[in-house]
């Protein structure tokens, strides 16, 4: 499995962005998908997880503003970021964990000026 994010940029405090990620290859049917983020010198961290059942979950710093939702016909998972804030500035990774085996995509970087 490849995945491809994009989506990343530059945005004011109080904006939105939508990140993507695109799947190629074969993923089975019980399968999880996420978004990650990373700042310089801090680990890798949790932003939004989801299941092929449905759950998900988020960091408490991101509930109520940021939506993970992925579309099966296209293979794609998105990430909708509403009221960023400067402390969301990051490099953004995806991720799919299929049969025990966690893929990654690229960083997209993500910057919100105050």
């Known amino acids: 499995v490849q995945l491809q994010a994009s989506g990343g940029g530059l945005v004011q405090a109080g904006g939105s962005l939508r990140l993507s990620c695109a799947a190629s290859g074969s993923i089975f049917r019980s399968f999880a998908y996420g978004w990650y983020r990373q700042t310089p010198g801090k680990q890798r961290e949790l932003v939004a997880v989801?299941?092929?059942?449905?759950?998900?979950n988020y960091a408490d710093s991101v509930k109520g503003r940021f939506t993970i939702s992925r579309d099966n016909a296209k293979n794609t998972q998105y990430l909708q970021m509403n009221n960023l804030k400067p402390e969301d500035t990051a490099v953004y990774y995806c991720n799919v964990r299929n049969l025990g085996v966690d893929y990654w995509g690229k960083g997209t970087q993500v910057t919100v000026s105050s």
């Open positions: 989801a299941t092929s059942a449905g759950s998900t």
